[in-house]
């Protein structure tokens, strides 16, 4: 009897730690939230099909992102030309396709590299501390100063215009706030008991850090990714329609926007695609942030 008594409260202890998360895996955390957050599946699966539509754009389409029919320009939406053409008779689904290449492009590659600096960076600061500390943290201050649209465009003016442009400013510009939040992190974990038994061990900072630190950090940075990339292709989006971000004949949905904004009343579809393309990848990355840091945060979880 007290064999059974002691099985049951082993088991009601092992179903709370599992509600908890406390010993879920990252896979197990991914299951829970398909289970529970259809919206961000949802939003995840039309992230997906964005990429896809966009690594098959000359699959897809019959027609090149350049190609002009000046007798059917500003047509209206038809079966030839699903979104209608443009101001140069240029296929607007077409233009959509590539152009969501370009935009997801510099969301994702400006956004990785932006966390690299700021990870590495945040815990260097962290870790090491002192004069180190202060002058990575002023330096972040400095950059946080600025609001992240108009440093863009200084750096935009400095180097140019053109894609590659587009990827060193953002990159330069969203660095800052991860390298606090890592610093946060690393602050509270280089204290942590096992971190000192590593040093007293006589283990290296290099190994404590990557190997220690760094993949607790890990589920905070998945979330901040998720949320960073809509930031990034909003920025772009803002810098081309300012006419200072991708440059014609290239395609990008904030481009596509400003040369249809001429036409808003007697051809809509020009503005209106591209528009509907970046409201809806944007609200699909947070909302797959938001499910993401519901299993990953374990402050959350457990409130």
């Known amino acids: 009897m007290k064999r059974e008594v002691n099985t049951e409260a082993a088991a009601e202890q092992e179903a709370l730690a599992a509600q908890l998360g406390e010993s879920d895996t990252f896979l197990d955390k991914m299951k829970r939230m398909a289970a529970n957050n259809k919206l961000a599946v949802f939003s995840a699966i039309l992230i997906l099909l964005f990429l896809i539509l966009a690594v098959l754009a000359p699959v897809i389409t019959p027609y090149s992102f350049d190609e002009q029919d000046l007798l059917a320009r500003l ?15 240029r296929d607007v689904f077409t233009r959509l396709l590539y152009g969501a290449r370009v935009s997801m492009a510099v969301g994702i590659i400006p956004t990785v590299v932006s966390m690299l600096i700021g990870v590495m960076l945040g815990m260097v600061s962290g870790y090491v501390g002192g004069l180190v500390d202060s002058v990575i943290m002023r330096l972040a201050d400095v950059v946080l100063s600025f609001p992240s649209l108009l440093l ?3 750096i935009m003016y400095t180097l140019g215009d053109g894609i590659t442009s587009i990827f060193i400013a953002l990159a330069v510009t969203n660095w800052a706030s991860v390298a606090r939040v890592v610093r946060s992190e690393t602050l509270s974990l280089r204290e942590a008991e096992y971190v000192e038994a590593a040093r007293s061990m006589g283990v290296k900072d290099f190994v404590i850090i990557m190997r220690h630190i760094l993949p607790n950090c890990i589920p905070s940075l998945i979330v901040m990714f998720t949320l960073n990339v809509p930031s990034a292709i909003l920025s772009e989006s803002s810098l081309s329609f300012l ?13 596509m926007v400003n040369m249809g904004r001429t036409y808003l009343y007697n051809a809509p579809w020009i503005s209106l695609a591209p528009s509907a393309a970046i409201m ?23 409130s």
Do not use: C, Y
């Not at 909302?287 to 519901?294: A, P, S, T």
């Open 152 to 154: 863009a465009m200084v």
């Open 75 to 89: 047509a209206a939406p038809s079966a030839k030309h699903l979104l209608g053409t443009d101001e140069l008779g």
């Open 243 to 255: 006419g200072i971000g991708v440059q014609l004949p290239n395609s990008s949905w904030g481009l």
């Open 280 to 302: 809806l990848v944007v609200l699909a990355f947070n909302f797959l942030g938001d499910g993401l840091r519901d299993v990953l945060d374990p402050h959350l979880k457990n």
